[in-house]
């Protein structure tokens, strides 16, 4: 009788091992089951992140062509061949001597000045801008002028 209850240690022992084993092998396996179907979520989301930062940039760049349209459309530089006055045409002629600058130019200089340098958004107005352009941004509520020196412009604020 003790030997038969000696030999049960053994085989209890064995049969514990070998249960423990097994559910040592199956917790592995949930675990990278579960970290594998985590990675899986993960790549997912990163997917669709991608797509919708893609959609958007497209969308940007389509806004800023039709922008880019429209201000060419409406708001064009003055002609030298223009029918008008004598004194139109001279002015005209003066202005393309210049080289004068569009209004999307005039307001992606502002803009990147207002990005690039925050502490100081203030751009020099020089002879390459058409004064109308100019009037027309700050009478619209789109610039304002330095308070110290009429002779420099920047975006307003936006909110």
């Known amino acids: 009788m ?8 053994e ?11 097994r559910e040592a092998r199956s917790i592995e396996c949930s675990d990278r089951e579960n ?13 669709e992140m991608k797509r919708k930062i893609h959609k958007l940039k497209e969308y940007h760049s389509s806004l800023m062509e039709m922008l880019s349209d429209m201000l060419a459309e409406h708001f064009p530089l003055p002609d030298p061949q223009e029918n008008g006055s004598k004194k139109k045409r001279a002015a005209a002629y003066d202005a393309a001597e210049i080289n004068l600058i569009s209004l999307s130019e ?7 000045k207002t990005l ?8 020099t107005i020089d ?10 941004l700050l009478r619209n509520g789109i610039a304002m002028r330095h308070p110290e ?11």
């Open 11 to 21: 085989k209890d022992f064995k049969k514990g091992a070998d249960m423990a084993i």
């Open 149 to 159: 020196d009429c002779n420099k412009i920047r975006l307003e604020n936006f909110f």
């Open 116 to 123: 690039e340098t925050p502490h100081d958004p203030y751009v």
């Open 2 to 9: 003790l030997s038969s209850k000696a030999g049960c240690p």
């Open 35 to 47: 970290c594998q179907t985590t990675t899986r979520k993960t790549e997912i989301r990163s997917q």
């Open 127 to 136: 002879d390459t801008f058409w004064p109308p352009y100019t009037e027309m």
């Open 106 to 112: 005039i307001i992606e200089r502002l803009t990147n």
